[in-house]
């Protein structure tokens, strides 16, 4: 990554995280500055959930190690990232009329990971998201090996997990990616 576009990127997360304190109270910007300039790795991740409509943030404070946690923080479920199978076996086994990926391996070429049911939960903390889109989630390899994929939404103040065929996709269905830095 340039340096130009290194400090583009860390100045729409500053502005950001800025904007949206009530996603990580207790957490300073200079941490997770210092946090990302010890692992200059990660930005490309983060440039791919920003190019991609993902307007990734910090959700919560640092962990054990001192990761924080970011996450695609946008309204609904992030626009570049929409209308894709779960993962990549559901897109083989489709026959006609597929999708452009999917879901998980999308997430790969990124380098994020999609959220699990607990973080979408702990994302649905510090705002409403989803509430006309839905987002596929890491689902257990029990449900995924019978065919089906979880997602998740936000409808009448409370947070939904579905389940549906792991080929199916929607115009409204995406993911959300996380990653921790």
């Known amino acids: 990554m340039k340096a130009e576009q290194r400090d583009e990127l860390l100045s729409t997360l500053k502005q950001r995280f800025e904007k949206h304190t009530k996603r990580h109270a207790k957490v300073a910007w200079a941490d997770v500055l210092a946090r990302l300039q010890s692992k200059p790795e990660k930005l490309k991740a983060l440039?791919?959930?920003?190019?991609?409509g993902g307007e990734p943030d910090v959700i919560g404070?640092?962990?054990a190690h001192g990761a924080f946690l970011f996450c695609d923080c946008a309204a609904e479920s992030p626009?570049?990232?929409?209308?894709l199978c779960f993962d990549?076996?559901?897109?083989?086994a489709r026959k006609e009329n597929k999708p452009a990926g999917s879901a998980a391996g999308m997430a790969q070429a990124m380098g994020v990971s999609l959220l699990t049911e607990a973080q979408y939960r702990q994302?649905?903390?510090v705002g409403e998201f989803d509430l006309k889109t839905s987002s596929w989630v890491a689902t257990p390899p029990e449900i995924r090996q019978l065919g089906g994929a979880l997602f998740c939404d936000?409808?009448?103040g409370q947070v939904f997990?579905?389940?549906?065929?792991?080929?199916?996709?929607?115009?409204?269905?995406?993911?959300?990616g996380c990653l921790s830095v």
């Open 47 to 52: 440039a791919d959930m920003e190019s991609t």
């Open 61 to 63: 404070g640092a962990d």
């Open 79 to 83: 626009a570049g990232r929409r209308s």
């Open 88 to 92: 990549d076996d559901a897109l083989a």
């Open 123 to 125: 994302l649905q903390q």
């Open 154 to 156: 936000r409808r009448y």
């Open 161 to 176: 997990v579905y389940h549906n065929g792991a080929p199916s996709y929607y115009a409204a269905r995406g993911f959300r």
